[in-house]
């Protein structure tokens, strides 16, 4: 929806089209490539998502899909918002925080073989991001995320900029901007 409504001044090039995964409004080998980034983990049924993308791809194309890897939770910068989102939202919103970090590279290779692909690969990929100022950036990315609805819906705007003054102090108690990154990056060939 955010990329739709800024499609015409940021993105002109390119074409979005809202559907569900598992049901792509395109016709059968469609793409030479399917990219993912950031989206496996949370697709209701993984198997049947990409059973779906194999569909619309290209015989000989290519998958490729990056999803937080399980030890990605155990960065700093997870950690902390993990423990914010418990604190502020409860534990329905912390445990659907942390699912985000459950889908392994066992579970995204087998479910691609399974829905055709061969020569399915994963590999962790751990890397530094140095983050703009946490005071403006800590807040500011809690609000976007999921679980921001559900502390709204919980408590109120007041606890969500209390959540985000809770992060950034988490964080900074770091005393570093650069936190370490894990990732899987699975590829596939159809």
């Known amino acids: 929806r955010i990329a739709t409504t800024h499609h015409p001044r940021h993105y002109p ?21 399917v990219v993912c980034q950031q989206g496996a983990q949370f697709f209701p049924d993984l198997t049947a998502a990409l059973t779906e993308a194999a569909r619309v791809t290209r015989p000989h194309g290519r998958l490729a899909a990056t999803t937080w890897a399980p030890a990605a939770l155990t960065s700093p910068y997870f950690a902390a918002q993990h423990e914010v989102i418990r604190e502020y939202g409860g534990p329905e919103p912390a445990a659907s925080f942390a699912a985000a970090f459950a889908c392994t590279a066992d579970d995204l290779t087998a479910s691609l073989r399974t829905a055709g692909f061969h020569d399915a690969e994963a590999h962790e990929l751990t890397f530094d991001i140095a983050l703009p100022p946490l005071a ?21 705007p007041e606890a969500l900029t209390a959540a985000g003054e809770a992060l950034t102090a988490r964080l900074t108690a770091e005393g570093t901007a650069t936190f370490s990154f894990t990732a899987t990056l699975t590829t596939a060939t159809r």
């Open 13 to 33: 090039d390119i074409e979005f089209t809202t559907a569900s995964a598992d049901h792509l409004p395109y016709p059968d080998a469609s793409f030479d490539a």
């Open 136 to 156: 403006d950036f800590a807040p500011g990315h809690l609000s976007v995320l999921p679980w921001a609805q559900q502390i709204l819906d919980k408590d109120g």
